[in-house]
């Protein structure tokens, strides 16, 4: 599994985990037994330390969200911008711009017309007041 395709299944947890209180490890059990999907190690400590770290990025995000409240956004514009405020802030292998980038790609995939755009706007907040 590539590293693209492993965020995108850690993307899939966390989405899911927006509608559940379950922790991600038990997700992953169930997708495994439900589904018969493989869970890359990668996906699972991306997915986990974002659930480790929730309250971290989600007070990131918060901060960036001129005119805006966290709630009043998609579930899928949430868990990419968790995913990539996990990258930024916890995982110093991973470029910032690598991680800003790949969430732009998923919020393309994912998202509405305009999630790619302001993912990218609330990243790159993010990402100047972390110095990136």
């Known amino acids: 599994m590539t590293r693209r395709e492993a965020r995108e299944l850690a993307f ?48 990131a995000i918060s901060e960036h969200l001129h005119k805006w409240r966290k709630e009043r956004l998609s579930r899928v514009a949430l868990s990419i911008i968790r995913l990539s405020v996990y990258e930024i802030l916890y995982s110093e292998d991973i470029p910032v711009s690598v991680s800003i980038n790949e969430a732009v790609e998923l919020a393309k995939k994912y998202g509405g017309d305009d999630d790619p755009s302001f993912v990218n ?3 790159g907040g993010i990402a100047r007041q972390e110095g990136e």
């Open 12 to 59: 899939a947890l966390l989405f899911e985990k927006t509608f559940t209180d379950y922790p991600v490890r038990q997700i992953v059990e169930n997708a495994v037994q439900a589904r018969d999907i493989a869970c890359d190690d990668f996906a699972l400590s991306l997915a986990e330390g974002v659930e480790k770290h929730m309250g971290e990025i989600d007070e």
């Open 121 to 123: 706007g609330v990243l």
